[in-house]
């Protein structure tokens, strides 16, 4: 099938300087077929709709992410043209090759140096995925805010937070292929794994039922990989959740507890205290002095 296809310019995106650009739009049924000569990283983040690329059009949904070539025509547009019934947001960020050669100077692995030559040089193809841990959200989130709202040092911060969308791709495109060192692959996931069911009754032995490793195997590998052990992995990850909860929520503290895992608060504000050095409700009016719910 034959498509009128327009070019968009990189100029008419990059402002001041900026060789980068962040939105979040709401895609629409007569969004034209188009290709760039910028390199473009989307998110699919709310609703579902399709994905036309070059000849082949595919179901998209929120979570996915995808990497767009220069050169490749391609557009995303809802299943209806009511947008109140059938929304398809994203976010799009879109950025120059020569942004590349800038970041790759601040990369030392080699492989992600590699992979920033190909994709400035054109020979990185087209890559989707599921963000199965939402860590491209967050990326993505993140970009947006400061791109909208920037503060002091903004650009380099923005430059950091792409190199770090640009490992996240690496490293998903290296964990699609098979991979070299399987039981380290095992054991990044059964970390995303924990760090996503943290609420529930962990056990090392449940683990242990999960992963097929004994206890002592497993607690072998979070002294070796993490340097600690296993109760105060989880331990630490139930307090960063904690934090995050107190600073940008007005749920109880009590409540809180519960959301991470903790059915006693007096156990819960007593480790909290000494990872923190504060308990809870001080936390919280140390991190948002208006917060006068738990004073």
């Excluded at 929120?62 to 490749?72: C, E, H, R, S």
């Excluded at 819960?268 to 504060?278: A, E, I, P, S, V």
């Amino acid at each position: 099938m034959n498509h009128h296809v327009e070019t968009f310019r990189g100029e008419h995106f990059f402002q001041k300087n900026q060789l980068l650009y962040v939105n979040r739009a709401t895609e629409n049924i007569t969004s034209p077929y188009h290709d760039h000569d910028f390199l473009e990283c989307v998110y699919i983040a709310e609703g579902a709709g399709y994905h036309h690329i070059g000849d082949q059009v595919h179901k998209v949904r929120k979570g996915q992410v995808f990497f767009i070539p220069i050169g490749m025509s391609h557009v995303f547009r809802p299943i209806s043209a009511n947008k109140a019934v059938s929304p398809l947001s994203v976010f799009n960020c879109v950025f120059s090759p020569l942004l590349l050669h800038k970041l790759s100077a601040f990369a030392s692995d080699y492989s992600i140096v590699q992979f920033m030559s190909n994709m400035e040089s054109g020979l990185s193809s087209y890559y989707s995925c599921m963000d199965t841990h939402d860590q491209f959200e967050k990326l993505f989130l993140a970009l947006h805010r400061e791109y909208e709202l920037p503060q002091t040092g903004s650009s380099d911060y923005l430059h950091s937070l792409l190199l770090q969308l640009i490992i996240a791709l690496q490293r998903s495109m290296e964990q699609s292929r098979p991979s070299p060192a399987p039981r380290q692959t095992a054991f990044i996931k059964l970390l995303n794994d924990l760090e996503q069911h943290y609420d529930q009754e962990l056990t090392l032995a449940r683990l242990a039922e999960a992963s097929g490793w004994s206890e002592r195997h497993l607690q072998r590998l979070f002294r070796q990989h993490a340097n600690q052990s296993f109760h105060r992995y989880l331990q630490n990850v139930r307090i960063q959740k904690s934090q995050e909860l107190l600073r940008g929520s007005q749920l109880k503290i009590s409540t809180i507890a519960e959301m991470v895992g903790y059915k006693d608060i007096h156990s819960f504000n007593t480790l909290f205290k000494r990872c923190t050095g504060m308990t809870p409700s001080v936390y919280r009016k140390e991190t948002d002095p208006g917060d006068m719910s738990n004073r």
